[in-house]
């Protein structure tokens, strides 16, 4: 019974210390905006920075039905034009791109889309709802038109997101897939997994728009946050998680 008095006591404490931060983050960007919070936290002491992780899609609906977070990351800017009134202050704080992954070693020899025509190499590509899948699809048809996209789909193997599109490459379920090129910074994935670059014409660099929503209650704090993602720290932490951005591309 003391010990149940005891957690109670510790979980009122904790539910009533100091202020804190909701992000509502995609699932891409995970790594940079938690580094990015425990930095955060440091210099303000008594403030928590929590993250709800996922896809930038379901987040959306959440902020419109809820108005509960304090600022949001998706990993496109099109959700800032369904519901502009949602959203205050904003900063581009890095950019993603699509790339080619391939199993660690490169068994097929894959240099470029054009393999992606060959009978013999099998083929991951993201849920279509996914900002992996869509950007997917809009470089395939940049490379080869609908007929090419078309003919891709049919032949690949369809998951929900990204890290399941490297863990298919880890389980040998496919030979390459199109992922965003962060996604290989993370845990040990360059071990396992090999990174071929994409030209912009196919591929443009997609900035990472982080916002203060306008129902924030710390606004002020939320502020904060986003002048430090922006700033040399901030860009530090984006590309050491290879996000590239105005001072720095990091290549792996």
């Given at each position: ?37 425990r930095e955060f936290e440091k210099f303000h002491p008594g ?206």
């Amino acid at each position: 019974m003391k010990k149940f008095f005891a957690f109670l006591l510790f979980l009122s404490s904790f539910l009533n210390a100091g202020d804190y931060l909701w992000i509502y983050c995609g699932v891409t960007m995970k790594k940079p905006i938690k580094e990015m919070a425990r930095e955060f936290e440091k210099f303000h002491p008594g403030v928590k920075v929590r993250h709800l992780f996922g896809s930038s899609g379901v987040l959306f609906r959440k902020l419109m039905r809820a108005k509960r977070a304090d600022l949001y990351l998706p990993g496109s800017p099109k959700f800032y034009k369904k519901a502009p009134e949602l959203f205050s202050k904003k900063a581009v704080i890095g950019y993603n791109q699509l790339a080619i992954f391939t199993q660690k070693a490169n068994p097929k020899h894959i240099k470029s889309l054009e393999d992606f025509k060959r009978s013999d190499v099998r083929i991951g590509l993201g849920d279509a709802h996914s900002s992996v899948g869509k950007a997917a699809k809009d470089t395939l048809i940049r490379y080869g038109g609908e007929k090419f996209y078309n003919y891709v789909r049919k032949r690949a193997k369809i998951y929900f997101a990204s890290p399941e599109l490297v863990s298919a490459l880890r389980a040998d379920e496919v030979d390459t897939d199109l992922n965003w090129r962060a996604v290989y910074f993370w845990g040990d994935n360059r071990n396992y997994v090999e990174l071929i670059p994409l030209p912009t014409e196919f591929a443009p660099k997609k900035p990472l728009i982080l916002s203060v929503t306008s129902f924030s209650k710390h606004k002020d704090l939320a502020n904060q946050f986003l002048e430090f993602a922006s700033s040399k720290k901030g860009q530090e932490i984006m590309a050491k998680w290879g996000f590239s951005n105005s001072r720095r591309n990091h290549r792996p």
